[in-house]
């Protein structure tokens, strides 16, 4: 796969988002998407997006426990 087509694909999920990029995975990647190389990226592409939404995620709880343990 050539660097615009990954750009431009890329570009495609992110105008799709996660939930419809993760189920045009699932049902027919090759019908809705592409070929396997696009499969492939969009699989990294969803692993990406879930470490980037689990590493927001993590800094909360800590954070709200540090605010409680504050008050008088």
């Keep these: 796969m050539e660097d615009i087509d990954r750009q431009r694909a890329l ?3 992110e105008r799709l988002g ?7 995975t699932a049902i ?7 070929d396997w190389q696009v499969r492939e990226l969009a699989d990294q592409w969803l692993d990406a997006k879930n470490a ?6 993590l800094g909360w709880p800590l954070l ?6 504050r008050r008088p």
């Design 18 to 24: 996660k939930e419809r990029v993760r189920l045009y």
């Design 11 to 13: 570009a495609y999920f």
């Design 64 to 69: 709200r426990r540090l605010l409680s343990n």
């Design 28 to 34: 027919d990647c090759d019908r809705f998407l592409g």
């Design 52 to 57: 980037e939404d689990g590493s927001r995620q």
